[in-house]
């Protein structure tokens, strides 16, 4: 009744006694064309050798290697292996050199001369090359070559390879080179089967059409699109694109921005601002919004128009600038207000427009007025246009078409405007961007607060007329001739009638004025900037030689001891050439558990 049980108990622990012996499985010699030994150079060795018809075949776990030669310890289970040496680990991993080093016990390889080591996705290529088949990492540091025919071929002083996660980590004078793009970059993640790569510190990536800064990004090698982060800028010859965020798409030379953007026009000097923007290239195309304000960028004295929206488009000899909803335009001498305003670099002309209001039963009736000031003289008119010089940026003209309307508040008395119109407005100005002359044609109406020289105020003047021409001196009516009188009348200020006081649709703004950049602002909305997720910061590379493997070495060492009345032999754990790397292992283990030791805990912290 007991011996089925008994056979049981002695099946697993054959099967037991087999898996650990697997575990435990030891370096083995499959094929070699001659054995030798050579104490004095050698000791304790055996010299494998190939012969005409096949290299020397060793084994390891599910390791392959061959090659010429081999010095084989089997007491310290390693392997040093000479002249065309090729590993193959299972069916993915395929490496070659001229030299090899291996312990079976700690599972380290060292390789150098001509490396490479392929698998399915990428293959690197580098003098010298350590690769842990425990982590299954491979790692140079001397210069190295990393080629993955769809992404393009990487080349940087440090690189360090997660075979399981197909994960590269490369540092200092990273360039990655494929048929689009350079990419530079001193700490760069790469993910070989995506394409992905993650740029941190000082990078950039360049193309045809652009030139990419940033200094936290990420890049899709393979679809060709990307966002960047930090310093972020793209660069699209006559176009600079910055902002805390920046989406782009090469493939059709695309770019968005959000938060803090900037883009400078270097062609024309003019730069536009808000909180999201999206560039086209190819159609030379801006659009930008959320507290949009554009600049237009001048020796003495700049222009600045803001509006919800603005738009950017032509050629760079011929932009034209489109501003809509609540446009508004501020320079030291001259500021403005419509529902949009069209500017056109080329011909000079800037269009103040307001759209008709749809609530009225009048199809052509309008918002209030677009309204231009000058020193201090208010315009307005159904239409205003605004010409300048284009080679000057000068102004030269002014002209408002029907309902036009300009007033001016008397310097002297408390509530008295001067007031002038009519159907048209045509107006020059002078070398100061001032008005000088101003015309106002058919049905012309005025009302004038005459003075003397003494600023004494001889009366009113109320008149209508075919024409008015009036010359101004810095804002002040220095000068004014009616044309075709039909009537008028100059009142005592005490016998003017108060119900003429103002003419039909007076309209005075003042509270709308924009005085200064700021005030372009003062009635939008309140705007929070959104949230940028973004990317996870950089996460220095842990030393390839760690704690973790140092202490595999150790174990390793303390198993391989030879008895007292022996002298010590070299250890042959950690192949001769990490070795050399590593000489003061026991150091680097203090100092980092000393780095460790100088972070304070969470418990640290609590108590102070």
Not at 27 to 39: N, P, V
Not at 293 to 301: F, G, H, K, P
Not at 311 to 328: C, D, Q, W
Request: charged residues 30%.
């Amino acid at each position: 009744m007991k011996k089925p049980f008994y056979f049981l108990l002695v099946f697993l622990f054959i099967v037991s006694t087999q898996a650990q012996s697997q575990e435990k499985k030891e370096i083995e010699i499959k094929y070699s064309g001659s054995f030798a030994k050579d104490e004095a150079k050698f000791p304790g060795a055996t010299i494998l050798t190939r012969n005409d018809q096949q290299q020397v075949h060793i084994i390891h776990k599910d390791m392959n290697v061959w090659c010429d030669k081999a010095i084989h310890y089997a007491n310290e289970d390693f392997i040093e292996a000479y002249g065309d040496v090729k590993m193959k680990q299972g069916d993915t991993i395929n490496m070659s050199s001229k030299y090899a080093e291996y312990s079976g016990k700690t599972q380290l390889a060292f390789a150098s001369g001509d490396v490479i080591l392929k698998d399915p996705n990428s293959t690197i290529k580098s003098d010298t090359l350590h690769f842990d088949r425990l982590k299954q990492q491979a790692f140079y540091k001397s210069g190295g070559t990393v080629v993955k025919d769809s992404s393009g071929t990487i080349t940087s002083k440090i690189g360090r390879y997660y075979m399981e996660t197909k994960k590269y980590q490369f540092v200092t004078d990273v360039v990655l080179v494929n048929e689009e793009a350079t990419i530079k970059s001193n700490y760069f993640d790469f993910y070989s089967d995506s394409g992905h790569t993650y740029l941190f510190g000082p990078s950039t990536i360049t193309t045809e059409e652009s030139v990419t800064y940033c200094e936290k990004g990420f890049y899709d090698t393979e679809n060709k699109i990307g966002y960047v982060l930090k310093n972020a800028k793209i660069d699209y010859d006559d176009r600079i694109i910055e902002g805390d965020s920046l989406y782009f798409d090469n493939n059709i030379n695309f770019a968005s921005a959000t938060n803090n953007i900037k883009v400078t026009d270097t062609t024309n000097h003019s730069i536009a601002k808000g909180h999201y923007a999206e560039v086209f290239k190819d159609k030379d195309s801006l659009f930008i919004t959320k507290r949009a304000l554009a600049i237009t960028v001048q020796e003495n004295d700049s222009i600045y128009m803001h509006a919800d929206k603005l738009t950017v488009t032509g050629k760079p000899e011929h932009r034209i600038v489109k501003a809509y909803y609540n446009a508004k335009i501020y320079k030291t001498d001259l500021s403005a207000k419509a529902d949009s305003i069209h500017a056109d670099q080329k011909t000079g002309l800037t269009q103040l427009i307001n759209i008709a209001d749809k609530g009225s039963s009048d199809k052509f009736s309008i918002k209030r007025k677009p309204i231009l000031w000058n020193i201090e003289n208010q315009m307005t008119g159904d239409t205003i246009h605004l010409i300048s010089n284009p080679e000057t940026e000068k102004l030269d003209s002014l002209l408002v078409f029907k309902n036009a309307f300009i007033i001016s508040r008397d310097t002297i008395s408390e509530n008295g405007y001067n007031q002038i119109y009519g159907q048209r407005l045509v107006g020059l100005f002078n070398e100061e961007n001032t008005l000088r002359q101003v015309d106002i044609i058919k049905n012309a109406e005025s009302i004038f607060y005459t003075r003397n020289e003494k600023q004494e105020l001889i009366g009113i003047d109320k008149a209508k007329s075919g024409r008015i021409t009036m010359l101004f001196d810095n804002g002040d009516i220095e000068e004014y001739t009616r044309h075709n009188q039909v009537d008028g009348k100059l009142y005592p200020e005490e016998d003017f009638p108060k119900k003429d006081e103002r003419l039909k649709d007076f309209d005075w703004r003042e509270e709308e004025r924009p005085r200064s950049v700021e005030d372009l602002f003062k009635d939008d909305p309140p705007y929070e900037l959104p949230i940028i997720k973004g990317l996870e910061d950089y996460v220095p590379q842990e030393d390839f030689f760690d704690e973790e493997m140092i202490k595999r070495i150790e174990k390793a060492d303390s198993e391989a001891k030879t008895p007292k009345d022996e002298k010590p032999k070299a250890s042959r754990n950690l192949p001769k050439r990490v070795k050399s790397d590593t000489e003061n292992l026991k150091a680097l283990k203090s100092a980092s558990r000393a780095k460790k030791k100088s972070v304070p805990s969470k418990k640290d912290l609590i108590k102070e």
